[in-house]
């Protein structure tokens, strides 16, 4: 959103008209696009109002109902962090005796937005003009919380009395191309790192597909997944860390949450039992497969394969279970008669350490009949084989 576009929305016509759609919808658009200009409103303010109905419908994924009365830019969505994961942020700085917290990367403010809802002085930069005006508005209902626009690494952190900083560096190009070069974040990964040497207590939210070998030594690295979507990777550093450095996975279910914490070596690997366990996204990303297992006494499939084993049904949410129906070696016609002798024309197919394309093989399989079914295929011991399985 341009600077024109922001300005009329926020004068007392284009607010008046954001607040007056309807829910957005995407049919309906370009005829109520058309209907407003027909009715004498400015085309440049019902495309800048169309274009945040479009993108407070696209947030409530993320922000529930707080994104019917916040603005957006595109991208400030698309890095903006999610409502669930912003508190427990939030609540990070706040049980590290934090007061004053500086968000060098506000964005549109939804982290920000989370600090000051705990009770917590929140200084937000940002370097886009018009991202920082939005920032501003949608953090208009706190006063204590200050926007600026501005190069957040600049701050005199200490002049400010910031005692916790908090960072989110672009990890995309102009055109939406994504980074994968930290160097090339926008504020660089090095540079906000240096942070913590002047507040000690400092936070940032990154892409989760670092490799753990570029974290610092120092980090608390904490993998967290939504509703089975992994989203981020935070690092914390001092008393933001009271678990001391190492690596975790944080599972949010609903409203719940579920840490996973551990050191433990690789987990031993063993026959295919009675269930199937595939471990959350965060934590395989976390590496703590091998906690997985230790919470349903199971073992490994195999020892690179991140499906766990176990005669015993455990209900943990860290974990999805799956009851073993069958096992066979892989092979197209022996999978293939398997499924046709009962009557499978439709079938789930998972993978991990196989090069099989799902939709190739199901074009493959020619699948005829009525029933449902479930197959795994992955490595078992070394060698391909097929799990036929069902969701507990």
């Given at each position: 959103?341009?600077?024109?576009?922001?300005?009329?929305?926020?004068?007392?016509?284009?607010?008046?008209?954001?607040?007056?759609?309807?829910?957005?919808?995407?049919?309906?658009?370009?005829a109520?696009?058309?209907?407003?200009?027909?009715?004498?409103?400015?085309?440049?303010?019902?495309?800048?109002?169309?274009?945040q109905?479009?993108?407070?419908?696209?947030?409530?994924?993320?922000?529930?109902e707080?994104?019917?009365?916040m603005l957006?830019?595109?991208?400030?969505?698309?890095?903006?962090?999610?409502?669930?994961?912003?508190?427990?942020?939030a609540?990070?700085y706040?049980?590290?005796?934090?007061?004053?917290?500086?968000?060098?990367?506000?964005?549109?403010?939804?982290?920000?937005?989370?600090?000051?809802?705990?009770?917590?002085?929140?200084?937000?930069?940002?370097?886009?003009?018009?991202?920082?005006?939005?920032?501003?508005?949608?953090?208009?209902?706190?006063?204590?919380?200050?926007?600026?626009?501005?190069?957040?690494?600049?701050?005199?952190?200490?002049?400010?009395?910031?005692?916790?900083?908090?960072?989110?560096?672009?990890?995309?190009?102009?055109?939406?191309?994504?980074?994968?070069?930290?160097?090339?974040?926008?504020?660089?990964?090095?540079?906000?790192?240096?942070?913590?040497?002047?507040?000690?207590?400092?936070?940032?939210?990154?892409?989760?597909?670092?490799?753990?070998?570029?974290?610092?030594?120092d980090?608390?690295?904490?993998?967290?997944?939504?509703?089975?979507?992994?989203?981020?990777?935070?690092?914390?550093?001092?008393?933001?860390?009271?678990?001391?450095?190492g690596?975790?996975?944080?599972?949010?279910?609903?409203?719940?949450?579920?840490?996973?914490?551990?050191?433990?070596?690789?987990?031993?690997?063993?026959?295919?039992?009675?269930?199937?366990?595939?471990?959350?996204?965060?934590?395989?990303?976390?590496g703590?497969?091998?906690?997985?297992?230790?919470?349903?006494?199971?073992?490994?499939?195999?020892?690179?394969?991140?499906?766990?084993?176990?005669?015993?049904?455990?209900?943990?949410?860290?974990?999805?279970?799956?009851?073993?129906?069958?096992?066979?070696?892989?092979?197209?016609?022996?999978?293939?008669?398997?499924?046709?002798?009962?009557?499978?024309?439709?079938?789930?197919?998972?993978?991990?350490?196989?090069?099989?394309?799902?939709?190739?093989?199901?074009?493959?399989?020619?699948?005829?009949?009525?029933?449902?079914?479930?197959?795994?295929?992955?490595?078992?011991?070394?060698?391909?084989?097929?799990?036929?399985?069902?969701?507990?």
């Amino acid at each position: 959103m341009d600077s024109a576009g922001l300005a009329s929305l926020l004068s007392p016509d284009g607010w008046a008209l954001l607040a007056a759609l309807p829910p957005y919808d995407e049919a309906r658009a370009m005829a109520l696009s058309t209907r407003l200009r027909d009715e004498g409103l400015d085309p440049g303010l019902v495309a800048a109002a169309l274009t945040q109905s479009r993108l407070r419908a696209k947030a409530r994924a993320k922000l529930g109902e707080f994104a019917d009365g916040m603005l957006f830019t595109p991208a400030g969505l698309e890095q903006a962090t999610r409502l669930t994961v912003a508190a427990h942020h939030a609540r990070r700085y706040r049980d590290a005796g934090c007061t004053h917290v500086a968000d060098l990367t506000c964005g549109i403010g939804a982290d920000a937005m989370a600090f000051a809802a705990v009770g917590l002085r929140v200084l937000a930069t940002d370097v886009d003009e018009a991202t920082a005006a939005v920032a501003t508005v949608n953090l208009r209902h706190f006063p204590e919380a200050v926007v600026r626009h501005g190069d957040g690494l600049a701050l005199d952190l200490r002049a400010e009395g910031v005692d916790g900083v908090y960072a989110d560096p672009a990890r995309r190009t102009s055109s939406g191309s994504r980074l994968f070069d930290p160097a090339a974040y926008a504020p660089p990964l090095d540079a906000v790192l240096a942070l913590r040497e002047t507040v000690p207590r400092l936070g940032l939210k990154l892409g989760p597909g670092i490799p753990h070998s570029a974290l610092p030594d120092d980090a608390r690295a904490q993998w967290v997944s939504v509703d089975g979507d992994v989203v981020e990777l935070g690092l914390w550093f001092g008393s933001l860390a009271p678990e001391g450095p190492g690596r975790s996975a944080l599972v949010l279910v609903g409203d719940q949450s579920y840490a996973v914490h551990g050191t433990r070596a690789q987990a031993s690997v063993g026959p295919v039992a009675a269930y199937l366990y595939e471990p959350d996204g965060a934590v395989i990303r976390a590496g703590l497969v091998a906690e997985a297992a230790e919470r349903v006494r199971g073992t490994l499939v195999d020892p690179t394969i991140a499906y766990v084993t176990s005669d015993e049904l455990v209900d943990d949410p860290v974990v999805r279970a799956y009851r073993v129906l069958d096992v066979m070696p892989f092979g197209l016609k022996r999978l293939r008669t398997y499924l046709r002798e009962r009557g499978v024309g439709r079938l789930t197919i998972k993978k991990r350490g196989t090069a099989v394309v799902p939709e190739q093989l199901r074009k493959q399989l020619d699948l005829r009949g009525d029933a449902e079914a479930t197959v795994v295929l992955t490595r078992v011991a070394g060698h391909q084989e097929v799990l036929v399985v069902e969701p507990v």
